[in-house]
């Protein structure tokens, strides 16, 4: 009974989070009053060092993309927007609680940025399984999706050393197969009796371009804001913006030359045109140029629109894997090629581009990496996109069997993408009945 | 009549504003080209130590909460968005213009971020009456409202040295019980006549949900814009979101729990999950550590919500106090709350956690206040809540007598809630044909 | 055919972009790895001396304007929302990487902010033309209307060493006289045909008001954002925000006095309530006072809901100039007000008020034009003011011829405003039968 298993898992998890953070985490050096003597100790003269002034424009990006951009993009079913904007709140909220924790205990100078992103991939696999699963089995996929997250990225970020500044295969890559495989585990074979309801209306397409487009337009900050301070932060935001830019004129292109009808579709617009900042999220803080941004992204409009076209369909009738959201074609595939782009680059990086200076910065060969070469550096990206892959797939098809359990209260096939399963909805429009003055 | 009353009182109020600006209104020096020579006076080296880059993020954070955060927050009923977003537009951009010279006559170098603040106490207030008095009464209730808001504020903040970084008690208090005093003597006992017209549609739902979403997430902006820079603004964008997160997480608990069917209640997640912002506002720059500010949000969560569920029908049924919005429960109970979290814990600050110069810096323990103590002031901090109170309450007593006088062209009570009084409405939905191509 | 052309077009288009950037576009200095070495050679101490950190708010509040301001604000129309907020989002990412090579060549060292605003203009122009055009035809004007605006921000800017901080004359002017003069070219005598389809609903309506007020909120930031760094930036923006607020009073106020019914018009207060912003660009950075920019504002708002009430409907009946959006009222007269108000306040500089270096640094005082006078400099902004109306409508005409050759695909006369001719719509919103729990 959703009524007692909502609020029993909402208490017991909130009142952990607080015994966990009364525990273990406290005001970092920069957030803490004693830091006007480490201003003092370490020299430093303006209070605008504090990294507070570095980050947060971008931390509050970050913010307006998992909140507005996520929730409003899945608003697009005619009948599940407040699923779609309020469940995407829910796990929101509990998720970067969680990732603090984790990311807390996996490296211990985390900071705001990085906390962030880390939820970003359960917001992800929602989109697999929108409108099938209930608000307990996502706050349950949520405690596991950051879970292995926090190991698959120390694992490619510290033990490989592997760079994936806007988390292509971090991120989107293990996001987007975490959520398949927990839908393909999920797959429900009479969905069709609620087709009536997967689909969209006018208004609802609306709703969900608010999402498209600060998504669209915050990429930038996301793929930068854990970048090195000054150039770093400065080439990401360029390299994403310009993919971006590209994505959306062979997005409309595909929609139109291969549409049904030769009309635009709504859907390639709100999810295709996202794919080159997808893409672009490892390479993002590499000399990938201005122009190889500009083809990255020409090339992941293309195939992301096509996807919806083609893929989604044999998804479904020959893997059955049900994708609500399409997000195989938003950020499973174009996570994977920024995986590649980033190996690619990476090993070809040189000193003649980068200086000497450089390449150590950006690779971080320092340390006990200070004698890897760009070369293996690409071999290392290309390892670290295996792990993400394993991790999303594996893990998920272990999450899909838990949810699979028949006590999670998840709707019928018949009730699925209707938010009146889990919400108080309002009369009709049709019935109001303008008074006369 | 509304069509010469509402013109006519905007061009008084704006006449006045040109002359009284043209008498007390000059750029301060950071944004006077005057600046290159205070430069040189004062050895500043960078341009990035002009106040702007500290505060002009937090300041267009606080800006989108003002307009797109309040105004969309109340879209929620069926037939009054045009109102609701509309006229919060026009008091908004009155508010803000006579905040900026009460602020300046009070305190002569209030900054932009403090200015801005200063008007929300009139949105809250706002709430309480929405849909059922004219703009007229709108602009008299602003006026008022944002003199005695700099009245109570220079007392609390100036003459009590209390602190108020998010205004749990200057705004949030002060504002909710101007506004709930209001509805009182404004009390509509037929109001049932427009009860057919009190409720939100599907669409309506999701427009509020923009409002919400981004009032939660640039709360943080909110409760840190008018701290000191540096480690103060950092630990009170901390602490605002942690109690942000906790809160949404006991919000959906209790709508599940205590709603009449189980199903979640889209008035509780649209603002009983921004109450633990309001309740951490007083004690936002202090070490309340990240447990305590999940705690508050915890409890807020659970108190808003049951406040929703129980205490709105009581207070109008008994009390005959009608709250369109509900601020009672987001920001009467909280701002309380939030009183009284700041007292307690600037009477628990120690030498250990804050360090000495940390005391002085939270606290200004200098000067005249050199030789207070915390405990001390705790006191003073619950004197100031106790100052808000009165305030709201008297002054909203006072307002409501004026505005019950019968000149201002409020609607009668079966033309409440309904845009067709000021507004022109276009034709229906249902109404649109579409052509056959 | 618009199923071949408009793919064509933008396959075409993208891949001379990709082409165009890897010959002629790098990494400026502070985006390269090779920063680290010029930060020494330049005695930088600390990243934040990095461009990005000064820009990149500002930059992303442009960034809102366009995609969700424009996209938002154009929404209004019963059934073009898609149209209105997808081509424009097409328009945008074509006309930011055509923007960004024309800047290039122009000004080698052109910064983000400037390039973006350069776009603007295009959008506005799509203002007068919504709805009546092809997505093809948008992008041919998108391409000829960036060519024409980066000679004249050439020739206004460099060659005449105008100031126009926040653009109104060489975007409001220029990019108002560009649209309506292709809408006078394209004049459609039929066009009553879709007079059914020229208007709102209530929710499209409540959409367009995302647009305005994201639009009024980060216009400071628009204005702001190639100003000099330190109080320049801050003055443009404290000009910017008060002259919007003074407009919002007098736009109601006229909105209700003038209107048919003395209800307040839903197209005032969505676009008049902007034109204050539109009117101080010019003279944002120079010291025009508060009260100067209140008594802007003032008048701009009632100019502006005049001309809706009494000279669109002129235009489109006398000069056959048919202007959906009525950008004659929100961009033509109120930027060439602007023009004026900096003309004027140009030639009344001081240095009792600016100082001597003040004047300098704004006027740009130095090099060969070192001896310039402030009288004199007041004569050129008029001569800009003049080239930035001819390059508009002599632009604007040939423009429109162009766009007459019966190739583009543009909608018939009853299928204007329309978006079934290029989207495919979903079924409507009445169809919807609640399935019963």
Known sequence: NIRLSLPAVCFVWQVSMIILFGVFVRYNEEADTNWVYKKKEKNITSDIENDFYFRYPSFQDVHVMIFVGFGFLMTFLKR???????????IAAFGLQWALLMQGWFSPLGDDGKIKIGIENC?????????????????????????????????????LNAKDAGGSMVIHT?????GLSISRVLYRPNLNKSNHMNGSVYHSDVFAMIGTLFLWMFWPSFNSAICNHGDGQHRAAINTYLALASTVLTTVAISSLFGKTGKLDMVHIQNSTLAGGVAVGTAAEFMLMPYGSLIVGFFCGIISTLGYIYLTPFLEERLKIQDTCGIHNLHAMPGVIGGIVGAISAAAASKEVYGDLGLVNIFSFEGSNGTRLPTVQGGYQAAALCVALCFGIGGGTFVGLVLKLPIWGDPADEHCFNDEMYWEVPEDEESIIPPVL
């Open 80 to 90: 599940y927007s407040f699923g779609a904007v309020g469940f995407n709140f829910l």
């Open 123 to 159: 917001l992800i696999a929602y989109g697999a399984v929108l409108g099938k699963v209930s608000p307990v089995q996502l706050l349950v996929m949520t405690l596991f999706g950051i879970t292995l997250y926090a190991v698959e990225e120390f694992i490619i970020l510290s033990v």
């Open 174 to 178: 293990f996001g987007a197969y975490y």
